[in-house]
């Protein structure tokens, strides 16, 4: 247990610090991350990677711990001695429970937190995100903004050389402009409670909007504002992957009752109206005399919604048991890997570990990932997402312990 136990945590240590370090690569290119940034946001990435390397640090574990005890006769010993071989896997088992355990209660809760505080910490500083974006792509340049922004060089929040051009309103085609502004240097203030963005230039000039001002002077400075599009819908909405089991629970209940009440108030009205003949509505010739048929439109749009409601209730559903399976798989994965680890018997753990988690990638993953994507689209029950357990309990009973087991 004892040994077990170390070379888990030295496992879970080093196969946190390689998926973080990726994860962290990753988003420093895309977003531009300054070192600061990273140490901010660093601690809300690591939970969100504990689902996945907790197992596999496990099964790391037992496979290596196992695979030395039989090739050292340890197991042979301990069977002379007239004890199972069980009694030598079952507190890797009991660890493995309260692993699976604290990750319940990690997947329910801490895990949505800190993915949402991550996605937070990353947009919600709308001037951070701005400089570094132009600092990384030197313009900025989206059809929704009034002014397309293009620069020389950004030293910390100083535009050097910058160009704005003002798009025309009124008109579908972003890339038309009636003003252009440009600068020697220039600072961006952006007040997010206001919704608008105060520009500070030096050494300006413009060219065309000559039918209003557009710099003012004040304090000595050369000045001009522009007011902030709102923020693109779901930009800081939780996703489903951000949402506690709690938030789950009351989405699920909603989008349920939702289709239910729906489909009951839509029957009744189309029943009443067809069975009195209002099937269509019919205009008469006083402005006041007309019959009402069914709402098809109303009926379009209620089936539409419903297929809406029901996506939603799956996605929740197949996120929940996701969870719990993700959960319980290190007490799946030690269920197989200690007894495999046995029956190969091998001091080589690199090979020991292999040995059982190829079959894991190449069964467990797939399957698992096949059910999350089928269950969110309807096409399975989203309990087929404990499929990939079951798997591993049946390679595990079947295959792995009789041996182990037996005398």
Known sequence: MDQVLRSFLLALTTITAVFVLFMVMAEATRSGLSPQDIGTV??????????????????????????????????????????????????????????????????????????????????????????????????????DWPFFIRVRDVEGKTMIDPTFKRRVRGTNNPDVFDLVIQARRARIEFRSEERRAIVTLEDARTEGGLREPVLFLIDGQQR?????????????????????????????????????????????????????????????????????????????????????????????????????????????FVLLGAPVGILFARRDFLSAFISCFLPIILIYYPLLLAAVNMGKQGMLRPEFVWGSNAVLFLLAWRLALPPVRRH
């Open 42 to 143: 660093l601690p809300y990435m690591i939970p969100g990677t504990l689902p996945y390397t907790v197992p596999v640090a496990l099964l790391f574990a037992v496979s290596v711990v196992y695979g030395r005890l039989a090739s050292d006769n340890e197991i042979v010993a301990v069977k002379t001695a007239g004890l199972s071989a069980m009694s030598m896997i079952n507190p890797s088992l009991l660890l493995a429970f309260g692993v699976s355990g604290l990750l319940w209660f990690l997947c329910g809760d801490i895990i949505p937190r800190a993915n949402h505080t991550f996605k937070k910490t990353l947009l919600g500083n709308l001037e951070e995100a701005f400089y570094k974006f132009l600092k990384k792509q030197h313009e900025f340049d989206r059809p």
């Open 224 to 332: 001009f504002e522009y007011p902030i599009p709102p923020p693109k819908k779901g930009a800081l909405e939780k996703r489903v992957q951000e949402m506690t089991d709690a938030e789950l629970d009351a989405g699920m209940a909603e989008n349920l009752a939702k289709i239910r009440l729906e489909r009951k108030r839509q029957a009744v009205a189309a029943a009443m109206r067809f069975a009195s003949g209002r099937i269509v509505r019919t205009e008469g010739i006083g402005p006041s005399w007309k019959v009402e048929g069914i709402d098809w439109p109303g009926l379009r749009e209620a089936f539409s919604q419903f297929a809406y409601w029901k996506l939603h209730y799956n996605e929740y559903r197949t996120e929940k048991n996701m969870r719990r399976a993700l959960a319980c798989g290190p007490f799946f």
